[in-house]
């Protein structure tokens, strides 16, 4: 018999690029009975292990491989508070180390540049402002470069921190051993090195230039991985905070952390049941839609089950717990968001997954090119200054601008559209996603409740009289399919509410009162069974057809209309759908609601597959089924029901008019709530995807066409930081281009 593997999730410290999550990865699984995954994006790590090891074993793992590990704390603990504000101060302290840099280096670089401005000694005040960049603004390069030595490895840090070192060190050399220090020394810009160039040039410039770049890429990554946790705080922010626990009969508010299974807690209207359990005493309405995402209300009493951090609508409730802590249904939500996140497949960038062998060619052909040189007796001068221009021509500064300048534009023009994209790894599924899977409520449909028709069958009343009664009753009345009547009478028909006189809620069936001296009752049609016209009947059958809710309103004990109260379509979902399709997309309708309801909605937006009656672990599954059947999968939600779902698609939009724990979980925001977002961010998506690709081919390109003319003898490392400076200019150019970018035409 198998023996049962634990499980561990670690937090892991130091990763500064994908290929140090590979290299703790092998690490962990060369243990025996080891299963590790390990997550760059995240910064953690799933580990199945056997009885055998424990965690310390494994933290020494990674920490051997020049790391560090603690165990993820579990959600709600107090300690998540100290971990977030580390967090936002480390990335306070990274933004201070860039603002800096980036006021040292920009007179550097100009005053390199520029012969003109080139002042006697100048190249003392350039040593001056370059060397706290190259020492301390750099130093979380050298210092992952001395981590990854230490191991016998390689990333893209090493060839930073090397190249930086390389022209400051070259600098320091022609400044003090050379003829660069001299009064009245300038800079020419020469083409083509030769024999003896080297020891009158600095490359101040070079070092501090490639420094700034690149922590204002290491910056924005940072801030855009920061929100790796923000989907897990939501869920746990929906939850209520005290309670009202019945001991001997008398209310005491405690921390909802105090409850324990078997306590009864009371819910007054408006509050949040504080963790799952049973009715025990009272009735009411159930406002479920921030966990299943649906609309209506449900009517609870005596011994229905309720759910934490669902709303009380009206009456007053007394709850049994039956779950409380990690076995709620809120907090295995938050555990199925963190489990589909880690599940995703790492989004390594190109120059990442290509840095193991970059590297170390690049620094092998800058060691031979030194040696080559020195052996065919040119001089030392020329050949360090071959050797120095390799490491700098080869230095990624294009490499490190790709991504975040294409990403700044991006996403700023997003913003102005209404547009919120995450980060650069949710854009690289982007062209192949084949299937958009929509949740119907509140993303395809308007998600509220609206009253959409009146049957009327009495010959002396018409529909203005018939609504006029119902919306007088139900305006002193809670529940919220009255709100929805009330609001439709108002905004539709100009009907401003009647007093009301002897005003009674009957318990799970509606209310009733007095109207202009006639008895008024809108109730649910289930109390009614056999004593509605066939007009009437035939009404609430249409209505539960497409899952909509009717009430009946009787005068004086005759039931003379049906009010129907449903959740609409919105008027842009069917256009927008067919331009999804026009894009390459099949659309999916997912939804926790009835079949009817689901098979009405496709059929008016034009959708042929609808998955519906699932559950939010159900909507999940339907995700994984259509991964597992080839596809790559986009799903739109806007409930924290959809937050699982969200996380585990390929490509994950939520709507903005949704709740924040699916905006959390979620790739893309679409702030409008419009599926016409859904188009423009796909296309936005694509559109920046393209420019980061063209943007890393060209620096690529550039170095592999530069790097043997530097290690030739013919490119001047003074030549080699503007082309450096010029691949640059490039990049950012072409990442501008995004700015013209236009909304699809409605």
């Known amino acids: 018999?198998?023996?049962?593997?634990?499980?561990?999730?670690?937090?892991?410290?130091?990763?500064?690029?994908?290929?140090?999550?590979?290299?703790?990865?092998?690490?962990?699984?060369?243990?025996?009975?080891?299963?590790?995954?390990?997550?760059?994006?995240?910064?953690?790590?799933?580990?199945?292990?056997?009885?055998?090891?424990?965690?310390?074993?494994?933290?020494?793992?990674?920490?051997?491989?020049?790391?560090?590990?603690?165990?993820?704390?579990?959600?709600?603990?107090?300690?998540?508070?100290?971990?977030?504000?580390?967090?936002?101060?480390?990335?306070?302290?990274?933004?201070?180390?860039?603002?800096?840099?980036?006021?040292?280096?920009?007179?550097?670089?100009?005053?390199?540049?520029?012969?003109?401005?080139?002042?006697?000694n100048w190249q003392w005040l350039s040593l001056t402002l370059a060397a706290p960049v190259v020492v301390w603004g750099a130093y979380p390069f050298h210092r992952a470069a001395w981590i990854n030595l230490r191991h016998g490895s390689t990333t893209m840090d090493t060839l930073v921190s090397m190249g930086t070192l390389a022209a400051f060190g070259w600098s320091i050399y022609a400044l003090f051993w050379g003829t660069a220090g001299?009064?009245?020394?300038?800079?020419?810009?020469?083409?083509?090195?030769?024999?003896?160039?080297?020891?009158?040039?600095?490359?101040?410039?070079?070092?501090?230039?490639?420094?700034?770049?690149?922590?204002?890429?290491?910056?924005?990554?940072?801030?855009?991985?920061?929100?790796?946790?923000?989907?897990?705080?939501?869920?746990?922010?929906?939850?209520?905070?005290?309670?009202?626990?019945?001991?001997?009969?008398?209310?005491?508010?405690?921390?909802?952390?105090?409850?324990?299974?078997?306590?009864?807690?009371?819910?007054?209207p408006g509050e949040k049941i504080a963790t799952d359990g049973v009715v025990v005493a009272g009735s009411s309405a159930v406002d479920a839609s921030m966990i299943t995402g649906e609309s209506v209300p449900a009517e609870v009493g005596e011994g229905d089950a309720v759910v934490g951090a669902t709303v009380n609508a009206s009456g007053r409730?007394?709850?049994?717990?039956?779950?409380?802590?990690?076995?709620?249904?809120?907090?295995?939500?938050?555990?199925?968001?963190?489990?589909?996140?880690?599940?995703?497949?790492?989004?390594?960038?190109?120059?990442?997954?290509?840095?193991?062998?970059?590297?170390?060619?690049?620094?092998?052909?800058?060691?031979?090119?030194?040696?080559?040189?020195?052996?065919?007796?040119?001089?030392?001068?020329?050949?360090?200054?071959?050797?120095?221009?390799?490491?700098?021509?080869?230095?990624?500064?294009?490499?490190?601008?790709?991504?975040?300048?294409?990403?700044?534009?991006?996403?700023?023009?997003?913003?102005?559209?209404?547009?919120?994209?995450?980060?650069?790894?949710?854009?690289?599924?982007?062209?192949?996603?084949?299937?958009?899977?929509?949740?119907k409520t509140g993303t395809v449909t308007t998600g509220e409740m609206t009253l959409t028709s009146i049957t009327v069958d009495a010959p002396t009343l018409d529909e203005r009289t018939v609504l006029g009664?119902?919306?007088?009753?139900?305006?002193?009345?809670?529940?919220?399919?009255?709100?929805?009547?009330?609001?439709?009478?108002?905004?539709?028909?100009?009907?401003?509410?009647?007093?009301?006189?002897?005003?009674?809620?009957?318990?799970?069936?509606?209310?009733?009162?007095?109207?202009?001296?006639?008895?008024?009752?809108?109730?649910?049609?289930?109390?009614?069974?056999?004593v509605l016209s066939e007009r009437l009947s035939r009404a609430i059958a249409e209505a539960h057809d497409v899952g909509a809710t009717a009430v009946v309103v009787s005068v004086d004990g005759r039931a003379v209309g049906v009010l129907v109260v449903g959740d609409e379509v919105k008027a842009t979902s069917a256009a927008a759908i067919a331009e999804l399709r026009a894009m390459g997309l099949t659309p999916v309708l997912l939804t926790g609601d009835n079949q009817g309801a689901a098979d009405h909605v496709a059929r008016a937006v034009g959708i042929d597959r609808v998955i519906a009656g699932i559950t939010p672990g159900g909507k999940v599954d339907a995700i994984k089924e259509l991964q597992a059947q080839g596809h790559s999968v986009a799903m739109t939600g806007d409930g924290i029901n959809d937050a699982g779902a969200l996380a585990q698609a390929d490509l994950g939009l939520a709507m903005g008019?949704?709740?924040?724990?699916?905006?959390?979980?979620?790739?893309?925001?679409?702030?409008?709530?419009?599926?016409?977002?859904?188009?423009?961010?796909?296309?936005?998506?694509?559109?920046?995807?393209?420019?980061?690709?063209?943007?890393l081919f060209w620096a690529f390109a550039y170095n592999v066409a530069a790097i043997p003319i530097a290690a030739a003898g013919l490119l001047n490392p003074m030549l080699a930081g503007a082309a450096m400076a010029f691949s640059s200019v490039f990049v950012v150019a072409n990442s501008l281009r995004l700015r013209r970018f236009r909304p699809h035409p409605r």
């Not at 929906?238 to 019945?246: E, H, R, S």
């Not at 709740?659 to 559109?687: F, K, P």
Request: hydrophobic residues 50%; glycine residues 10%.
């Open 657 to 695: 008019t949704g709740t924040d724990v699916a905006i959390q979980a979620s790739d893309l925001t679409l702030v409008s709530g419009d599926l016409w977002a859904v188009v423009d961010a796909i296309r936005l998506a694509r559109r920046t995807l393209g420019t980061i690709k063209g943007n």
């Open 182 to 268: 001299i009064p009245g020394m300038h800079h020419g810009f020469e083409f083509v090195a030769s024999g003896g160039d080297g020891a009158s040039n600095i490359y101040l410039e070079a070092a501090a230039g490639v420094t700034t770049f690149l922590l204002a890429g290491r910056y924005f990554e940072k801030r855009s991985k920061r929100r790796a946790g923000d989907a897990l705080r939501a869920l746990l922010d929906l939850g209520a905070k005290d309670v009202a626990v019945l001991v001997d009969g008398v209310e005491r508010r405690v921390p909802v952390q105090d409850l324990t299974v078997g306590d009864e807690f009371v819910v007054r």
């Open 317 to 439: 409730l007394v709850v049994r717990a039956t779950k409380v802590g990690a076995d709620t249904a809120l907090a295995q939500m938050a555990k199925m968001v963190t489990d589909a996140q880690a599940g995703k497949a790492d989004a390594q960038r190109l120059a990442d997954r290509i840095s193991g062998v970059f590297v170390p060619v690049v620094i092998a052909i800058a060691v031979a090119t030194l040696g080559f040189w020195l052996g065919s007796g040119v001089g030392a001068t020329y050949a360090l200054t071959a050797a120095v221009a390799v490491l700098i021509i080869a230095c990624p500064c294009a490499l490190g601008l790709a991504t975040p300048t294409a990403l700044m534009v991006g996403t700023g023009r997003g913003a102005q559209l209404g547009i919120l994209l995450k980060g650069p790894e949710v854009l690289e599924t982007t062209r192949a996603v084949d299937t958009i899977v929509l949740d």
């Open 469 to 530: 009664y119902a919306a007088a009753v139900e305006a002193a009345s809670e529940h919220p399919i009255g709100a929805a009547i009330v609001a439709g009478a108002r905004r539709d028909h100009g009907i401003e509410p009647s007093a009301v006189t002897e005003f009674r809620a009957v318990e799970a069936s509606g209310v009733t009162g007095v109207v202009d001296g006639v008895r008024v009752t809108v109730e649910n049609p289930s109390r009614m069974d056999g």
């Open 1 to 120: 018999m198998a023996t049962a593997l634990e499980r561990i999730d670690l937090d892991i410290d130091g990763m500064t690029c994908a290929s140090c999550a590979n290299r703790i990865e092998r690490k962990l699984n060369k243990l025996d009975g080891v299963t590790a995954s390990v997550n760059y994006a995240t910064e953690q790590a799933h580990v199945e292990y056997p009885p055998t090891l424990g965690s310390g074993d494994l933290i020494t793992v990674v920490r051997d491989a020049g790391y560090d590990a603690s165990p993820v704390m579990a959600p709600g603990v107090d300690e998540d508070d100290h971990v977030e504000n580390a967090a936002d101060r480390e990335l306070d302290a990274l933004r201070q180390r860039l603002i800096v840099s980036a006021v040292l280096t920009i007179p550097v670089v100009a005053l390199a540049m520029v012969p003109a401005w080139q002042f006697t």
